[in-house]
């Protein structure tokens, strides 16, 4: 992140591939590009300074302006993927248009094209997905689902853009609840969008961690949690407790109350049953 230059092509098709060998062909390793911008700062980018960064030029947006970053990066997964003799996974954050969706599958295939032109070894496909952390993204998400192989939802920038709180300014922590059923009913619309396309949905996020949101999230039909591995046994046993039957209640109850802290009151009580 301090560095004075981007790391090259080179250098990042070395470490992706450390990665991919490490965990082999069987467990995916997914690589989420490049987030650049709200507060995350990269100097040699030299990006304008921006009232609100959160909202600015960030992620995917970089590349309306100039699509070396992204395509570079792409570019090294390619060949790392192809050297390692595995399946990349990649996924885009910020992505917020249909727009955005295809700017990325346009960015994955430029790359695939500038790599294939040198000789390199290819692999067959790349899995491409989109995180939905802005709330159109959720809205849309029946429409995004036919362009990409899988959704993941982050639930920390989620929540900070449905409720309008800044998630770094502690004066607005009871709004950064991302079980708030504001949030859960796009979570909810972004399952089903995903359904209609038969694409898995996945949470990464401080709530996936979470017994409590886990719970919420598996009963609202999210296929993949995304956790510290601190947090797995709890998790693991909060699931391990409850039926479907009462999943499918409390996915109900939870996008009927009025705020977070019932939701968390409906979950504790199958933790604590």
Not at 45 to 60: D, H, K, S, Y
Not at 76 to 99: D, K, Y
Not at 220 to 234: F, K
Not at 239 to 246: D, F, K, T
Request: charged share 25%; proline share 6%; glycine share 8%.
């Amino acid at each position: 992140m301090k560095r004075p230059a981007p790391p090259s092509e080179d250098e990042q098709t070395q470490a992706y591939r450390q990665a991919f060998e490490a965990f082999g062909p069987d467990r995916p390793v997914v690589v989420r590009l490049a987030d650049i911008g709200g507060d995350k700062s990269i100097p040699y980018l030299r990006l304008a300074a921006e009232a609100n960064p959160f909202l600015g030029v960030r992620a995917i947006r970089l590349a309306y302006a100039d699509r070396g970053l992204l395509t570079t990066q792409l570019r090294a997964i390619w060949r790392a993927g192809g050297e390692a003799g595995v399946t990349p996974h990649v996924m885009a954050p910020m992505v917020g248009t249909l727009a955005d969706a295809e700017l990325l599958l346009a960015l994955r295939d430029q790359a695939r094209s500038d790599v294939a032109r040198t000789g390199g070894k290819l692999p067959d496909r790349m899995v491409t997905g989109v995180m939905v952390e802005i709330p159109s993204a959720a809205l849309i998400s029946r429409e995004l689902a036919r362009l990409v192989d899988f959704f993941s939802i982050g639930t920390n920038d989620l929540t900070q853009y449905t409720l309008a709180a800044d998630r770094s300014n502690p004066a607005l922590s009871r709004l950064q609840d991302a079980l708030h059923p504001a949030v859960l009913r796009l979570i909810a619309k972004t399952v089903e969008g995903a359904d209609a396309a038969g694409i898995p949905v996945a949470v990464c996020g401080e709530l996936a961690g979470d017994p409590a949101g886990a719970l919420v999230l598996v009963a609202l039909g999210v296929d993949e949690l995304s956790a510290d591995s601190n947090s797995l046994d709890e998790v693991r046993a909060a699931l391990g407790r409850v039926r479907r039957a009462q999943l499918d209640e409390l996915a109900t109850a939870a996008l009927a109350a009025p705020d977070a802290r019932a939701v968390r009151e409906l979950a504790a009580g199958l933790l604590d049953g």
